[in-house]
Nanobody
Framework: QVQLVESGGGLVQAGGSLRLSCAAS????????LGWFRQAPGKEREFAAA????????YYADSVKGRFTISRDNAKNTVYLQMNDLKAEDTAVYYC?????????????????WGLGTQVTVSS
């Protein structure tokens, strides 16, 4: 059974940086896509970034492109989200999700396994 655990959230001032981690366990293959999503209070969960487990293919939402970088360490079964130049509007609970697929999904409905989330708060 695949499980995901996020870490690295916290409180940071605008313009600062944070690195989120998503540790995966129970993986039985290489054809996975892992996505980072975020949900602010009163808003729908939105896509931030995604990466394929077996390649360097990545995709970013326009709102984070150029500021966030998604990467993976296959040896540690961990995916990271480096977030730079953070803004108040980046404040949200950040979730990682994983799906066995050959694609690079960007919709939350295309992912079936989710972590519990980690809070990121950016003060202005």
């Amino acid at each position: 059974q695949v499980q995901l655990v996020e870490s690295g959230g916290g409180l940071v001032q605008a313009g600062g940086s944070l690195r989120l981690s998503c540790a995966a366990s129970g993986l039985t293959g290489r054809f996975y896509a892992l996505g980072w999503f975020r949900q602010a209070p009163g808003k729908e969960r939105e896509f931030a970034a995604a990466i394929r487990w077996s390649s360097s293919s990545t995709y970013y939402a326009d709102s984070v492109k150029g500021r966030f970088t998604i990467s993976r360490d296959n040896a540690k079964n961990t995916v990271y989200l480096q977030m730079n130049d953070l803004k108040a509007e980046d404040t949200a609970v950040y979730y990682c999700a994983i799906q066995a697929t050959f694609k690079l999904p960007v919709r939350a409905s295309e992912y079936t396994v989710w972590g519990l989330g980690t809070q990121v708060t950016v003060s202005s």
